[in-house]
């Protein structure tokens, strides 16, 4: 079987000639370092940002309490599972409605997006505000991996915000968070607006 030359403008450092393999082999190499990478990093921070904050406790039932507390909602965050509906009283009468950030279609209209899941926190009934805001952290952390959007980024640190009241470690990574978020939101605004001329 004769290799079949692909016409692109690939650099080749050793002079090859560029194959259709090649370009899957380079496509897949690409794939691995700019996402799963990305994603191991993202979770190997979260991990050390967890033990650091741990660390700083000095009691060893609450350091425990707080690390099995923190896995918990990261793994079972209500908002990040699929078809997860949320509880709220609406003219005295609870409805049903959409709350999961794995579903939901609005995340290309961030304002939207971060009022309708911070309202979660005091409106789902589901919960109580601390345990709705443990869950809404915990998704927005695991979400982070496959989608960090500006919303995403922004509502993990209002969460982290909000949390820090009974833990004081959690201000910088929340203020960080936040900031991240809206310096993105901005640039993507900025870059939209220029492509609208």
């Known amino acids: 079987m004769k290799k079949k030359k692909i016409s692109l403008n690939l650099k080749k450092e050793n002079k090859e000639p560029v194959t259709e393999i090649s370009v899957c082999l380079e496509f897949l190499t690409n794939f691995v370092y700019d996402k799963i990478v990305y994603k191991r990093k993202r979770a190997i921070d979260d991990m050390l940002d967890l033990c650091s904050r741990a660390c700083e406790i000095q009691d060893p039932f609450e350091q425990n309490r ?26 005295g009468e609870l409805m049903e409605v959409p709350a999961s950030l794995l579903d939901d279609k609005e995340e290309d209209n961030y304002s939207t997006l971060i009022e309708k899941y911070l309202n979660f926190l005091n409106d789902d009934q589901t919960a109580q505000f601390k345990d709705n805001t443990k869950h809404l952290r915990g998704a927005s952390m695991r979400i982070l991996r496959d989608r960090p959007t500006p919303a995403i980024k922004i509502i993990k640190g209002a969460t982290l915000l909000i949390l820090s009241e009974t833990s004081t470690n959690l201000i910088e990574e929340g203020g960080r968070e936040l900031l991240d978020g809206f310096i993105e939101w901005k640039k993507i605004e900025c870059f939209l607006h220029y492509l609208s001329f």
């Open 66 to 91: 707080q690390i099995k507390e923190e896995i918990y909602y990261y793994f079972n965050a209500k908002y990040s599972k699929k078809d997860n509906i949320a509880l709220i009283a609406i003219d």
